[in-house]
């Protein structure tokens, strides 16, 4: 039995067993937390036990992530669970720090936790991968501390074997692009504000429109860097006039095309140095 084969096996042992209970997915509509859904509630049915998909309204992702989460709980068959939470002045990210992401995902999960207590549910997932653990990922030290299980990661699976295992399930997020939060479009230690975050959800949503898979627009005051997949240079410069039009129209002053192209986590690079 292939590598593949064996982690797959061990992800749906893993997720069978805790099954057997009521469990809460941590749900946020990408094709880590869909995969995990999906299992979940393939395994609940058999059990004749719940899943709770709980989903985090919140500024920091974009608006439209929600009604398609929606639409997958309805489609899985999982109760959908909406908690909402302003992160800026709960989790007091207002200025970026370097440990965001730990201060946001303590916040959130004890949101969780706190959820799960009423409703007596002692199991929480969500959907970590290998890859995750091998880059920068300080709420990942969050989840540790607070118990909430990661079988994607137990079991060794990576990003490109979620997609695999998403498309063998027919699921529509296997070529989903990643959506991270938008405070990652920032350098550590800017002010953030949900404004500005419109603006770049609004821009990205632009660039899109053209077709573009991979798209982030990293801000540094007035500059707008664009991060897009190598191959897509060309549609970019295109129709580089129109998008050099929007973004000014957004309150860009310089627009400029990253020529590393599109890398996750690009914001990171000198993490080591603060």
Known sequence: MCNYSLKKEQLLLKISEYSRQDVIVAFSGGVDSTLLLKIACDMAKKEGTKVYAVSMQTKLHPMGEMKEAEKTCKELEAEHVVIFVNELKEAGIMNNPVNRCYLCKKLLFTKIKDFASEHGIGIILEGTNEDDLHVYRPGIKALKELGIKSPLAEAGITKTEVRKMASEYGLKAASKPSTPCLATRFPYG???????????????????????????????????????????????????????RYLKKLGFVYITLDLEGFRSGSMDVETDKI
């Not at 632009?206 to 005051?221: A, E």
């Open 190 to 244: 800017t002010e953030l504000t949900y404004e500005d975050m419109e603006r770049v959800e609004k821009g990205e949503t632009y660039l899109k429109s053209f077709g573009l898979h991979n798209v982030r627009i990293r801000v540094y005051g007035k500059t707008a860097r664009i991060e897009v997949d190598e191959t897509a240079f060309s549609e970019v410069i295109c129709h580089k006039q129109d998008i050099i």
